[in-house]
């Protein structure tokens, strides 16, 4: 019971979560590429109840930022003339989950601009910038996953179903790919794929990279699974009656490996997300000017961004609570499956 | 013995798998170092192609593999295309300095994994050892790309770190021990980094293995004897609890090596890391196979260590293999 309810717990923080990165048009104030040339690595705004004069608003508001004077990147509040916060304005055009046209934003502020998270070197919100660059390193990790598991699925099936010189050829393989260092596999497989390509193939082919490199742990223990309830009476027994061998595998032997693959699949989806972040944020990625978590961060490589704009690197607190989600639901799920251990197995690829 | 000749073909076989996998993949790529030669206008059109004939561009992938497997075996990992000298030296220099960061490391962490989690699995459920596990706990959730980062941007605003590189400018000329000094401040960031990211995982293992066996019948009956609790401790409960961790002891010199290719980069450490993106960019193609089997080799020869541990720790594997 406690088990259930934890789980459902993790699920619906990380259903929020990932609602504000999928209507990360409504909840971003601008476009992620839209530059304001003019203010370039802006500090993030405070929001503000209380003016400088010592009187209290009931609507939040901001100061805009001015340069100080005499000074060439420090900026302060303009404390002269409060900037009131507006809940659903209406501003730049964006297509909600890629289709519908909208212009409705979850805030806003008229006539000045508004950077909660501080500006980038072209001036661009770095808060709209996480929330889609989200879309792109959530997706590549669920897809990422989604292949991986697959993969594992059908390898670990075979392998464990029909033996044999099956068996020893592909679990040889895995072997193979579970005895190099995770992230040599991903640089290796990245270096034979071609360099300069648009975003959209660089998407998918980071998605194929990470299903090659990752396959090989859920096919190990999907074969173990099948391993055992190939034997299981019941299955016996369907063969009795002359089941095919594809039948089997749907009916009866594959969903014994769900579980498996469930947990397996809380504990990819982040590490997924993760190896995305490092490629992007090496520039094996997905190219500029499309954002994603480790491009976001990339700009931090220059000395100069480290030194002077930390707030640069407040998109890596900001999705720490993604991780968390799925790292409290992988353990819930790996203890539903095996209640009395205390987390032996160290899971998924590393 | 027998055992561990059957560890040792392991790895040898692996070391044979990796490399063809690596070759394979070059067949697959599309473009490579002579293709942005081409580019340049300076250079004739029969350079290159004498240049391809000599690096055997050219011919057939089983013949090129046959080749490289000849040479690597005589010592010669082949020749840097954009370095324009042979990999193996250039490969060493690096790969020595991420070996000083990972065993390092590697020491650290399970210097502090150990007591740390013998301490915590001794007070299970209470207080320290729940505290213990809320900051493991934490710790995970922390990506090694947002650790790197975050301890870096921290010593950069205490400026009581140098943030890059691993000696100063002014190494040749300090004495001794100010060049060790001077040498272990630039290795206190990329270290913690990497003790930081691996702990986690060691301290739960080494809790729960631990844990196990403290729950176990025979400590029962020795506590029943008499016998006191640190003895109980390290001469009874300890051994019992060595063998999977000595299986993630091999495991973790994987997760190390991995972590500090990037850690390696974030921080700009002269090691295999900086080396293998660079070469990656520039298509420099013996390098990234050199490199990607130099740290293969580290592995298998962190898990063969492990193999020879298990086999002095774990006495039902000397029995069986004296079978």
Redesign the interface.
């Known amino acids: 019971m406690r088990v259930k309810r934890a789980i459902s717990g993790w699920l619906v923080l990380l259903v929020v979560l990932h609602a504000t990165v999928i209507f990360a048009g409504f909840f971003s104030p601008y476009d992620p590429a839209e530059q304001d040339r003019k203010n370039p690595y802006l500090p993030p705004m405070r929001v503000h109840f209380v003016d400088a004069r010592g009187r209290f608003h009931a609507r939040p508001f901001v100061y805009s930022l001015r340069l100080h004077e005499g000074s060439f990147d420090q900026y302060e509040e303009d404390t002269s003339r409060p900037v009131p916060l507006k809940f659903l304005v209406r501003g730049a055009s964006y297509h909600l989950l890629g289709l519908l046209p909208a212009r409705l934003h979850l805030f806003g502020v008229q006539d000045e601009r508004i950077y909660l998270l501080g500006s980038d070197s072209y001036g661009r919100d770095q808060l709209s910038r996480f929330l889609y660059g989200g879309q792109v390193s959530l997706l590549a990790g669920l897809l990422g996953a989604g292949v991986t598991l697959l993969v594992g699925l059908c390898v670990g099936a075979v392998a464990g179903y029909f033996g044999g010189w099956r068996d020893d050829l592909l679990m040889r393989l895995a072997e193979l790919f579970l005895a190099l260092p995770w992230l040599y596999l991903l640089f290796a497989l990245r270096a034979f794929l071609p360099l300069a390509v648009s975003p959209l193939q660089a998407f998918f082919l980071i998605i194929a990279v990470l299903g090659a490199v990752g396959w090989a742990r859920p096919a190990r223990l999907v074969r173990g699974v099948v391993l055992s309830a190939k034997e299981r009476d019941f299955v016996r027994a369907a063969r009795g009656f002359g089941a095919t061998d594809a039948y089997l595998l749907r009916r009866h032997i594959l969903p014994e490996a769900s579980s498996v693959l469930l947990t397996q699949a809380a504990i990819l989806v982040p590490q997924f997300v993760l190896a995305e972040m490092t490629l992007s944020f090496l520039g094996l990625g997905v190219p500029e000017p499309v954002p994603s978590w480790g491009s976001l961060l990339s700009s931090l490589q220059q000395y100069s961004v480290l030194a002077s704009y930390w707030w640069m690197y407040l998109p890596a607190l900001i999705m720490l609570p993604f991780f968390l989600g799925y790292l409290g639901l992988g353990g819930e799920l790996q203890q539903r499956r095996e209640p009395y251990k205390i987390g032996k197995e160290p899971g998924g690829l590393r | 013995m027998r055992y561990l000749l059957r560890r040792f073909g392991h790895a040898v076989?692996?070391l044979v798998?990796?490399s063809l996998?690596?070759f394979t993949?070059?067949t697959?790529?599309?473009?490579n170092y002579f293709d942005e030669m081409r580019l340049n206008p300076q250079i004739a059109p029969e350079t290159i192609a004498a240049l391809r004939t000599q690096y055997e561009l050219d011919r057939p992938l089983p013949i090129r593999y046959a080749h490289w497997v000849s040479s690597v075996l005589h010592g010669d990992m082949g020749f840097s295309f954009a370095y324009n000298s042979p990999v193996l030296p250039l490969l060493w220099v690096r790969a020595r300095n991420t070996l000083l960061l990972t065993i390092t490391a590697m020491l650290l962490a399970w210097g502090i994994a150990l007591p740390l989690g013998i301490w915590s699995a001794e007070h299970l459920g209470r207080l320290p050892d729940r505290l213990l596990s809320l900051g493991t706990?934490a710790l995970?959730?922390?990506?090694?790309?947002?650790l790197a980062?975050?301890l870096?941007?921290i010593a950069?605003?205490s400026g009581r770190f140098p943030?890059?590189g691993m000696v100063s400018l002014n190494f040749e000329s300090l004495a001794f021990p100010g060049k060790l000094g001077d040498l272990f401040l630039h290795m206190a960031l990329p270290i913690t980094a990497l003790v930081l990211s691996v702990l986690p995982?060691l301290l739960?293992?080494v809790?729960?293995a631990l844990?196990?066996v403290l729950d176990a019948p025979f400590l029962l009956a020795a506590e029943g004897h008499g016998i006191s609790r640190r003895t109980l401790l390290y001469r009874y409960a300890l051994p019992a609890a060595a063998n999977?961790l000595i299986s993630?002891f091999g495991?973790s010199i994987?997760?190390l090596?991995?972590?500090s290719?990037?850690v390696e980069?974030?921080m700009s450490w002269p090691g295999l890391g900086p080396f293998?993106?660079e070469?990656?960019?520039a298509?420099d193609l013996y390098v990234?196979?050199g490199?990607?089997l130099l740290?293969?080799l580290f592995?298998?020869g962190g898990?063969f260590l492990a193999d020879l541990l298990l086999y002095w720790a774990d006495p039902r594997i000397r029995t069986e293999a004296s079978v």
């Open positions: 076989f692996l798998g990796v996998l690596a993949f070059t697959l790529a599309p473009g706990a995970m959730v922390i990506p090694d790309l947002a980062l975050g870096l941007v950069v605003k943030t890059g995982l739960r293992h809790r729960a844990a196990e999977p993630l495991f994987g997760t090596l991995s972590g290719l990037l980069v974030v293998l993106l070469a990656i960019l298509r990234v196979i490199g990607v740290s293969t592995l298998i898990n």
